[in-house]
């Protein structure tokens, strides 16, 4: 394995050794590279004042990315090219077209905030960009201002959705992909800083071969969750293995069995075929923090972490979803909600991780709905999140699985209430009826997201809410906010 990490930046391949294989792509552009344009401003993925954009060939593609600068490690950036704030100005010293849309409309007062949404509009510039609004609030959630109210800041991510104008990187499309192509070819990353080891495997094989030599290794994949760790907590981690370069763990594809994700899958690539199978299940990954987080979250870290308030595996539950783990000694599929145990304790044995989950294809008699209940819509961590999958006979309760996340140390099914509606009539007694024995099913506790009698209630009346938007023909589908989901 190679010793040094290799990327992209201004045209040139650069070349890192030695470093501390969990510093930050932030603190290494502010400290050592000198350049500030890129802000700390919360050091958690919040924000957005830390974003920068990430160029790689995706199937011979180039592809840009908005990402968080604050919480992504420095060796990840091995293969890929980098893009800051100072990067976009033309040769000349001219305004970059998403910085001259910015100028125009007024879109910047202290200015603090004004190069995280610059990069987010560049990256949104080099994908597909669109006009509606709705959707320019999506690309932008991750970006906070506390000055200017965001409306000037949209007027000119409109400006350029609407515009053809092209930059200086389309015309270095073609230099720059096959810069990363070459890199691409190289072999595994292996670093040693002190006594730290980051290892970088390419294949399955390599990764099954160092989890075996290093089984309590932290294994990384999106670093959303383990890039507070260092800067939130200021832990040290002995070893790192990460996993976002092996391609095998980033495929999608449709089975016989379901549609299966690798466990490197992101939320962003995600987003699409789950919506295409399960409309709510692509709105539940729309409410999941920032572009920024989507960009780098995974669904088998949402899944492999086991936090009870993961938005993921609420829905995948209910769907009956089986998780595909591996270890040097061979492959292990279980029921994804045997994974979870307790609070911190999965059914993940030493030197195992997850490898891919698949969903299985809808049932035409089916019903599925899933909901997020928050302080904010955007951005913002569960305080409850349910799903439901309902299958009747006539208006009998054929089958029903409902799962909650922020009701106890796991996301778990409410066994006893679905034992009571099943074969029943699928109406308003029989909810009434069964609803006091969520009770029984959880004991939710208080916290700073909720009260405990609060998940209580809220849980009970989005099992009410599902009924009536799968009962009540002239109901709206969707009774509160967009896409089956509320704000507390």
């Given at each position: 394995?190679?010793?040094?990490?290799?990327?992209?930046?201004?045209?040139?391949?650069?070349?890192?050794?030695?470093?501390?294989?969990?510093?930050?792509?932030?603190?290494?552009?502010?400290?050592?590279?000198?350049?500030?344009?890129?802000?700390?401003?919360?050091?958690?993925?919040?924000?957005?004042?830390?974003?920068?954009?990430?160029?790689?060939?995706?199937?011979?593609?180039?592809?840009?990315?908005?990402?968080?600068?604050?919480?992504?490690f420095l060796p990840t950036l091995d293969g890929k090219e980098l893009i800051t704030v100072e990067d976009l100005k033309e040769k000349d010293g001219a305004l970059h077209p998403v910085q001259k849309a910015l100028v125009d409309a007024n879109g910047t007062q202290c200015g603090f905030c004004t190069p995280g949404f610059i990069m987010s509009l560049f990256a949104e510039m080099h994908s597909t960009p669109?006009?509606?609004?709705?959707?320019?609030?999506?690309?932008?959630?991750?970006?906070?201002?506390?000055?200017?109210?965001?409306?000037?800041?949209?007027?000119?991510?409109?400006?350029?959705?609407?515009?053809?104008?092209?930059?200086?990187?389309?015309?270095?499309?073609?230099?720059?992909?096959?810069?990363?192509?070459?890199?691409?070819?190289?072999?595994?990353?292996?670093?040693?800083?002190?006594?730290?080891?980051?290892?970088?495997?390419?294949?399955?094989?390599?990764?099954?071969?160092?989890?075996?030599?290093?089984?309590?290794?932290?294994?990384?994949?999106?670093?959303?969750?383990?890039?507070?760790?260092?800067?939130?907590?200021?832990?040290?981690?002995?070893?790192?293995?990460?996993?976002?370069?092996?391609?095998?763990?980033?495929?999608?594809?449709?089975?016989?069995?379901?549609?299966?994700?690798?466990?490197?899958?992101?939320?962003?690539?995600?987003?699409?075929?789950?919506?295409?199978?399960?409309?709510?299940?692509?709105?539940?990954?729309?409410?999941?923090?920032?572009?920024?987080?989507?960009?780098?979250?995974?669904?088998?870290?949402?899944?492999?972490?086991?936090?009870?308030?993961?938005?993921?595996?609420?829905?995948?539950?209910?769907?009956?979803?089986?998780?595909?783990?591996?270890?040097?000694?061979?492959?292990?599929?279980?029921?994804?909600?045997?994974?979870?145990?307790?609070?911190?304790?999965?059914?993940?044995?030493?030197?195992?991780?997850?490898?891919?989950?698949?969903?299985?294809?809808?049932?035409?008699?089916?019903?599925?709905?899933?909901?997020k209940i928050s302080k904010r819509f955007d951005q913002d961590i569960s305080a409850v999140c349910a799903a439901f999958h309902l299958t009747l006979k006539g208006d009998t309760v054929e089958d029903i699985r409902?799962?909650?996340?922020?009701?106890?140390?796991?996301?778990?099914?409410?066994?006893?209430?679905?034992?009571?509606?099943?074969?029943?009539?699928?109406?308003?007694?029989?909810?009434?009826?069964?609803?006091?024995?969520?009770?029984?099913?959880?004991?939710?506790?208080?916290?700073?997201?909720?009260?405990?009698?609060?998940?209580?209630?809220?849980?009970?009346?989005?099992?009410?809410?599902?009924?009536?938007?799968?009962?009540?023909?002239?109901?709206?589908?969707?009774?509160?906010?967009?896409?089956?989901?509320?704000?507390?």
């Amino acid at each position: 394995m190679r010793q040094k990490v290799r990327y992209v930046h201004r045209g040139e391949i650069v070349e890192l050794e030695n470093i501390d294989p969990t510093k930050t792509v932030l603190n290494y552009l502010r400290y050592e590279k000198a350049l500030t344009g890129t802000k700390e401003g919360c050091a958690e993925g919040d924000c957005g004042a830390c974003t920068v954009v990430l160029g790689e060939l995706v199937n011979g593609k180039l592809k840009y990315q908005a990402v968080n600068a604050c919480i992504q490690f420095l060796p990840t950036l091995d293969g890929k090219e980098l893009i800051t704030v100072e990067d976009l100005k033309e040769k000349d010293g001219a305004l970059h077209p998403v910085q001259k849309a910015l100028v125009d409309a007024n879109g910047t007062q202290c200015g603090f905030c004004t190069p995280g949404f610059i990069m987010s509009l560049f990256a949104e510039m080099h994908s597909t960009p669109k006009t509606d609004r709705s959707h320019i609030n999506d690309v932008l959630a991750g970006n906070l201002c506390r000055c200017t109210g965001y409306g000037t800041i949209v007027d000119a991510a409109v400006a350029v959705a609407q515009s053809s104008e092209k930059d200086r990187f389309h015309t270095e499309m073609t230099a720059t992909s096959a810069l990363l192509a070459a890199l691409k070819k190289d072999s595994g990353l292996h670093l040693t800083w002190l006594d730290r080891h980051y290892f970088a495997p390419k294949t399955v094989d390599e990764l099954i071969d160092v989890l075996a030599r290093y089984p309590d290794a932290i294994l990384l994949s999106g670093a959303t969750d383990v890039g507070l760790w260092i800067t939130k907590q200021h832990r040290e981690l002995t070893t790192v293995i990460y996993l976002g370069q092996i391609q095998e763990l980033k495929e999608i594809e449709t089975q016989e069995g379901g549609l299966k994700l690798g466990a490197s899958v992101t939320y962003s690539d995600a987003w699409a075929p789950l919506a295409e199978l399960y409309p709510d299940f692509g709105e539940l990954i729309r409410r999941i923090a920032s572009t920024q987080i989507r960009n780098s979250g995974t669904i088998g870290g949402n899944i492999a972490n086991g936090s009870p308030i993961g938005d993921t595996p609420p829905a995948l539950i209910v769907l009956n979803a089986r998780l595909h783990l591996r270890s040097k000694d061979g492959p292990r599929d279980i029921p994804i909600e045997d994974f979870f145990i307790d609070y911190g304790n999965q059914d993940l044995k030493p030197g195992e991780f997850v490898e891919a989950v698949t969903v299985p294809l809808p049932k035409v008699d089916a019903k599925f709905a899933t909901y997020k209940i928050s302080k904010r819509f955007d951005q913002d961590i569960s305080a409850v999140c349910a799903a439901f999958h309902l299958t009747l006979k006539g208006d009998t309760v054929e089958d029903i699985r409902i799962c909650y996340g922020g009701m106890a140390g796991i996301p778990k099914r409410a066994h006893l209430t679905e034992k009571a509606i099943i074969g029943q009539t699928w109406n308003e007694t029989t909810i009434s009826d069964t609803l006091p024995l969520m009770e029984e099913d959880y004991q939710p506790l208080s916290d700073m997201r909720a009260s405990n009698q609060y998940r209580m209630l809220a849980a009970q009346n989005l099992l009410r809410k599902f009924y009536v938007e799968t009962s009540t023909p002239e109901v709206p589908t969707r009774l509160l906010g967009e896409g089956g989901f509320a704000c507390a």
